[in-house]
């Protein structure tokens, strides 16, 4: 039987995947445009990714156990070495190798994916809080899938297979998130949330700083810092948003 707080959590999981698909789709169909304004919105996700977990991720997952640290060292360091796992022994050619769009994919993933449990967490709490956070982690939906599909794209993937990657890992996965820890919500303990949300924390600042923003430098975009500081005040505005 569907409670309501299995409806409510539900339709805020579906909200966010529909706001990342339309993100991909819209990026999908107006490819000059995307090609001219790319490294803006790389520069902007940059921006949004690095702050929320600057400003809000850590600090909340660090607060939650002591063992947080060690979590978001784990999920820095395991995101850059799968980067060179993937880089030395499946790519050839390092200026444009799958590894460009396969790690940012699954650090967005990952980020997904733990965004359906916060919100099965925050609508266990009450319906109002889960409204809360839902309002703030929609914002940054639509530059999720648009990033995604364009580095695929940029890595060498086609525009349809770019298209089908991005939707699984970047939209897809939010729901998958929620519907798999609603069911156990009740049992995951304070520490366990901790070490998924450090972790997730470590992928994002790895996949801002490792990959997104060095795509930018190399886009030498003249109004890319004025993107990156929206990024960042989206954030800013997430993390008020959701009451930190």
Request: hydrophobic content about 55%.
């Amino acid at each position: 039987m569907f409670t309501l707080e299995f409806i409510a959590v539900f339709t805020a999981s579906m909200l966010a995947c529909l706001v990342t698909t339309a993100g991909i789709y819209i990026i999908r169909k107006h490819a000059d445009w995307a090609n001219r304004n790319v490294a803006y919105f790389i520069c902007f996700a940059a921006g949004v990714l690095i702050s929320v977990s600057f400003l809000h991720i850590i600090p909340k997952s660090f607060g939650m156990s002591e063992s947080a640290p060690t979590f978001l060292l784990v999920g820095f360091l395991g995101l850059y070495i799968t980067n060179r796992f993937v880089s030395v022994f499946v790519c050839n050619d390092p200026d444009r190798s799958v590894a460009t769009g396969i790690i940012p994919m699954i650090g967005i993933g990952l980020h997904s994916f733990i965004d359906g449990i916060i919100y099965s967490v925050t609508f266990n709490v009450s319906i109002f809080t889960g409204i809360l956070s839902a309002i703030g982690m929609v914002l940054h939906e639509f530059p999720e899938g648009v990033i995604t599909f364009l580095l695929l794209e940029r890595a060498g993937f086609s525009r349809k297979k770019s298209a089908i990657l991005a939707f699984l890992s970047a939209a897809l996965t939010t729901p998958l998130g929620t519907l798999v820890s609603f069911p156990f919500i009740n049992k995951i303990d304070r520490s366990t949330l901790s070490v998924l949300l450090a972790a997730s924390a470590g992928a994002l600042t790895y996949v801002g700083a490792s990959h997104l923003l060095p795509a930018v430098e190399k886009e030498n975009k003249k109004f890319s810092l004025f993107a990156l500081g929206a990024g960042v005040m989206v954030a800013v505005v997430i993390v008020l948003s959701k009451g930190k």
